[in-house]
């Protein structure tokens, strides 16, 4: 079974600090994702990475950003962390032209 | 121009009958995928079905078909015989091209509740 895992399910943060989540999958994927998700907004996509230490922006990438050092790894760090990044971060990984992504778990951040 | 719009925010389905989740989507590339994905309360996405641009007939996979009309650029999910347990959100999505660094665009989602 493929396996993508993020490091925290649950994350509460003060304004102004550091954040970093972390996602890692186990299924040699080329492709990773980040994206938040918010009430009646659906998916919205951050970053995406599509080999170590490459990376593109996706539609919503200011306050944010990423690192890729490993195939397995994909983080995602919020340089000063804001009350408007509050949301649920979901990160997915895939095959170069799959017929899916796989997504893990989920991270609930509230930043205070 | 929205990549992927779901035009529905809540449905309700009687248990045991089937129901449609709409889907319109926008691109002009030639080669795409479109997914559906389910999400329960526990927050996890669930992958249901994918249709490739190419493919000649609709997808199904157990109780869920993808109603694929390509000229409307629509496609929509049936799920067949409504289950409790189909009370979620479902997330339309679209991947454009095939080729390397090719993202996904997801819609808004469908909250879906199955009456006893």
């Known amino acids: 079974d493929v396996k993508v895992t993020q490091s925290s399910r649950y994350l509460v943060k003060r304004t102004g600090e550091k954040v970093f989540l972390e996602c890692v999958q186990d299924?040699?994927?080329?492709?990773m994702f980040w994206y938040r998700q918010d009430p009646g907004l659906g998916l919205r996509l951050i970053y995406f990475s599509y080999d170590v230490k490459m990376k593109e922006k996706g539609d919503i990438p200011e306050g944010y950003s990423v690192s890729r050092e490993k195939k397995e790894r994909f983080s995602l760090i919020l340089e000063s962390a804001s009350t408007n990044q509050t949301s649920m971060y979901l990160c997915?990984?895939?095959?170069?032209?799959?017929?899916?992504?796989?997504f893990g778990p989920g991270t609930r951040l509230t930043v205070l | 121009a929205q990549k992927i719009t779901q035009t529905q925010p809540g449905m309700f389905v009687q248990e045991k009958e089937a129901v449609t989740l709409d889907c319109t989507y926008d691109?002009?590339?030639?080669?795409?995928?479109l997914f559906w994905y389910k999400q329960p309360s526990s927050g996890e996405m669930i992958f249901l079905i994918y249709q490739g641009s190419y493919d000649q007939q609709n997808a199904t996979e157990g109780r869920y078909s993808l109603n694929f009309q390509k000229a409307r650029k629509s496609a929509n999910l049936v799920i067949s015989a409504s289950q409790l347990g189909d009370s979620a959100m479902y997330f339309c999505a679209m991947r454009e091209g095939v080729g390397t660094g090719n993202q996904f665009y997801f819609g808004t989602g469908t909250s879906l509740t199955v009456i006893p």
């Open positions: 299924m040699d994927h080329e492709n």
């Open positions: 997915a990984s895939s095959f170069v032209g799959s017929s899916t992504q796989y």
């Open positions: 691109t002009s590339d030639p080669s795409y995928g």
